[in-house]
């Protein structure tokens, strides 16, 4: 059963617009919440992260917004650009270990 | 530095055949771990090690999948005996644990398996 869900697969968005992405979680026991991004033939790479202590971690045009109460993770990009173009995975971590959960992925596409 | 290194980076074999994927981790990170990406799942953790020892395999599949890590710079993901399911792209991954919330993972290439 999946604990970590990306609902969308797939995001198109014009280049200088906004991009969100979603990830749904259904366990309680994680206490930090991750963005990876992958080009293809590549691994994954870190974006951002955010402690379950907090609901917002910015990091240039990157934003990472944590809703516990509706176990719900996003991730704000702003402006978009064309090199954004890429899958991104969330990914949960459990309480006390370096166990990491990772969504199915998101396909971000960013057209001129 | 090299980053994390995985060999072959692309495997074709026949069901039955046996497959071994390597991994070298980044110098210095105490931590290592093997995934495996299909579209239906996304990335799962199938095995990881700190400081050399196995530490969580639940997420490995079936008897026929084994994982070693004979020293701190080779790792080895073995699948004996293949089959058509078991392709994907396997990735590892290393990291050094300093904080919470710092310790990111370096994921390699991957290794991108068929098994006819």
């Known amino acids: 059963d999946q604990q970590v869900k990306q609902n969308s697969p797939s995001l198109s968005v014009q280049e200088g617009r906004i991009s969100i992405l979603n990830c749904d979680y259904t366990n309680s026991m994680f206490d930090y919440f991750l963005w990876y991004k992958k080009y293809p033939a590549e691994g994954p790479t870190f974006l951002i992260s955010i402690s379950s202590i907090k609901d917002k971690n910015e990091d240039g045009r990157f934003t990472v917004f944590l809703n516990k109460s509706a176990k719900h993770l996003s991730l704000h990009i702003v402006p978009s650009q064309p090199g954004d173009s890429a899958v991104y995975f969330c990914?949960?971590?459990?309480?006390?270990?370096?166990?990491?959960?990772f969504g199915t992925g998101t396909r971000l596409q960013v057209f001129p | 530095d090299a980053g994390v290194i995985q060999s072959p980076r692309h495997e074709v074999t026949e069901m039955g055949q046996e497959v071994t994927l390597r991994c070298k981790p980044i110098s210095g990170h105490d931590y290592l771990f093997w995934y495996r990406q299909t579209m239906m799942r996304g990335l799962e953790l199938l095995i990881y090690f700190n400081n050399n020892v196995p530490i969580d395999d639940s997420g490995m599949p079936e008897d026929r999948f084994s994982a070693k890590m004979p020293n701190a710079s080779f790792s080895t993901l073995k699948i004996q005996p293949s089959e058509p399911r078991d392709s994907a792209v396997y990735f590892c991954?290393?990291?050094?644990?300093?904080?919470?919330?710092?310790?990111?993972?370096?994921f390699g290439p991957g290794t991108r398996l068929t098994v006819l």
């Open positions: 991954a290393s990291s050094l644990t300093t904080s919470p919330g710092t310790d990111t993972q370096y």
């Open positions: 990914a949960v971590r459990f309480i006390n270990t370096d166990k990491l959960i």
